[in-house]
């Protein structure tokens, strides 16, 4: 029995019974009724899109593959508030490496980094290293689901800088997308005396409205702001610069692809049991999210399933572990503790003080102009990608490897981390 902050090794486990498991839930499938015509994926993911995947799953992916991966890195499982927290720690040998957290989000696991480990911890091309803590949120994979409410934003991000400093990181650097850049913003300000450095693909912040810090500081994008209230963002900031995505949590009138967030933000558990029974309901509830939110050519987005950057197996990795670990249940209800416990506003309004880097990608479900996160974070890097979408670690893992490792050499440079 561990004690707080004590850890033990862990090693990912082989789950045989739980493949025999799928296999036979997947014998009998029955197929849900559609639509003559093919209206793509404006209904939601198509069952030609689901039936080649849950084959592939079946009769191909082979569990044993990416376990192996896994197996090659540490493992542990750490006592912090009562659960037991999964994280992977790689510790550079290079003398001037510098700790960072990557933190993923929903419906992603911590092995969405599966292809950065390796390179920031051994600093690839002779740049700069990291010592690699890559945790699960509570009841997501391999950590333990909370057995209370409460479980937010706020209680998530005090239980990864727990985590931090239990592993004597008192000063780090982050990043996350998703729920991990949400989390992260709420660390970047209430836990800034330990996180210095905040890099994210997914930032959070307010537009530049005319608070005095704003109208002495940065008058000109006060007003560029306000005139884009009537001309409209798209020719004041230019095209495709200002996506709101976020801009509603859970209001399907307004926005069509916040439909999920309002199911599993108001009653995840009758969402639950279809997504913890039926393998099938599982792919197909994280399919349409790997294929809406990624990058995919003009010609081919409704055509196929996942775009040519992200590997078949690399989702199914993503989905097994869901699946093996019984956890979507779990992982979901974080939106129903966001949405409840009103957090959201309480993300987007603080001002970053700590050094920040945006890494924006071409197809990420939001993405602000460079105007408003130079008004409400210390904008230290702002790179622009022209691919990519809402998981780049798996979609663009070099790109997102060099935003990294380049934003380490300036923090490094900086001395924040002294």
Known sequence: MLSEGESERFYIPDFKEKHNELIEKTTTIIWPNELEKDYGWTLGAPSWAVKPLVDHWVNQFDWEKPRAEMNRWHHYHMKVDGLLIHYVHERSSNLDAIPIVLLHGWPSTFYEFHRLIDPL??????????????????????????????????????????????????????????????????????????????????????????????????????????????????????????VLGGATFANAERNN????????GTKPYTLAYG??????????????????????????RDTVALPQTINPDDFLTQVSIYWLTNTMSSSIRIYYECLQQNEMIKVVIPRVTIPVAVCAFAHDISRMPKDWLETSTDLQQYTEMVSGGHFPALEEPEFLLKDLQKFGEKIKKLKVLE
């Not at 803590?133 to 209680?155: D, Q, R, T």
């Not at 300000?189 to 450095?197: D, G, I, L, S, V």
């Not at 692809?257 to 599993?264: A, D, K, L, N, T």
Request: glycine fraction near 10%; include cysteine; charged fraction near 15%.
């Open 275 to 300: 997504l913890t029974d039926s393998p099938v309901g599982l792919l197909g509830w994280m399919l349409e999210k790997y294929h809406d939110w990624t990058y995919h050519p003009p010609k081919t």
């Open 121 to 242: 911890r051994d600093g690839l091309n002779n740049n700069q290293a990291f010592h690699v803590i890559v945790p699960s949120l509570p009841g997501f994979g391999f950590s333990e689901a909370p057995k209370v409410k409460g479980y937010g934003v706020a209680k998530m991000a005090s239980l990864i800088n727990s985590l931090m400093l239990n592993l004597g990181y008192n000063k780090y650097m982050y990043h996350g997308g998703d729920w991990g850049a949400i989390i992260g913003k709420w660390i970047a300000t209430r836990h800034n005396q330990h996180c210095k450095a905040y890099h994210t693909n997914l930032p959070m912040v307010l537009p530049p409205l005319p608070t005095p810090r704003n109208l002495l500081f940065y008058p000109f994008k006060v007003l560029k702001f306000f005139s884009s209230l009537l001309l409209g963002f798209d020719t004041v900031y230019g095209q495709g610069q200002t």
């Open 257 to 264: 692809e916040c439909g999920y967030r309002s199911i599993q």
